[in-house]
């Protein structure tokens, strides 16, 4: 089992940067493919991001491509979400979250394990 805690999170100008992270604690962080979602105000979850367990692959939901960018370190067990040229639709609840059956490739559905979310606020 893993543990999540995402921090990063807040309110920022449209066209402004963040960095998200989130912190596992718990079994070996290699063993999970990582990834990040997203839900806004009245609307469902949505992928945004992935990474594999090795940080080899990535994978990102067409909306944030070329603007946000997910690694992991997995000497400080911690998966990042930088997010560059916000929009304020891009404005959410971020989760982090880990998936153990497939470690070796890129997951957009199935996780296990989830964080319980940062806010990022993004203001026109």
């Known amino acids: 089992q893993v543990q999540l805690v995402e921090s990063g999170g807040g309110l920022v100008q449209a066209g402004g940067s963040l960095r998200l992270s989130c912190k596992a604690s718990g079994r070996t962080f290699s063993s999970y493919a990582m990834g990040w979602f997203r839900q806004a105000p009245g609307k469902e979850r949505e992928f945004v991001a992935a990474?594999?367990?090795?940080?080899?692959?990535?994978y990102y939901a067409d909306s944030v491509k070329g603007r946000f960018t997910i690694s992991r370190d997995t000497a400080k067990n911690t998966v990042d979400l930088r997010m560059n040229s916000l929009k304020p639709e891009d404005t959410a609840i971020y989760y982090c979250a880990a998936e153990e059956t497939h470690p070796k490739v890129v997951v957009t559905t199935g996780y296990d394990y989830w964080g319980q979310g940062t806010h990022v606020t993004v203001s026109s």
């Open positions: 990474i594999s367990g090795s940080g080899q692959s990535t």
